[in-house]
């Protein structure tokens, strides 16, 4: 699905966050309903679990992008305050 580019690293952290979001709030709620009428409408339930197991993994991945640029975000401010107070 989306791995390689959330594995990138290169991706903002606002981004990650609406991505997460869409997951939660977009693909979960049709997951859902496709589970509930995966037999009336002669959808192959196996075929929902894999994607639902895949979106799970995607919306881990991008949680754990998420906390690491958030992280880098706050070294990258709160590095040069450190250094400019030892050089006084």
Same mark, same amino acid.
């Given at each position: 699905?989306?791995?390689?580019?959330?594995?990138?690293?290169?991706?903002?952290?606002?981004?990650?966050?609406?991505?997460?979001?869409?997951?939660?709030?977009?693909?979960?709620?049709?997951?859902?309903?496709?589970?509930? /009428?995966?037999?009336?409408? $002669?959808?192959?339930?196996?075929?929902?679990?894999?994607?639902? /197991?895949?979106? /799970? /993994?995607?919306?881990?991945?991008?949680?754990?992008?998420?906390?690491?640029? *958030?992280?880098?975000?706050? *070294?990258?401010?709160?590095?040069?305050?450190?250094?400019? *107070?030892? $050089?006084?």
């Amino acid at each position: 699905m989306g791995y390689s580019y959330v594995n990138s690293r290169s991706v903002e952290v606002h981004r990650l966050e609406h991505y997460g979001q869409a997951v939660i709030e977009d693909a979960y709620p049709l997951l859902l309903l496709l589970s509930e /009428t995966a037999e009336s409408e $002669t959808l192959p339930s196996q075929w929902i679990e894999d994607v639902s /197991t895949e979106f /799970t /993994t995607l919306l881990a991945l991008i949680d754990e992008a998420w906390i690491s640029a *958030k992280d880098e975000c706050v *070294k990258s401010r709160v590095w040069p305050r450190i250094n400019l *107070k030892f $050089t006084l």
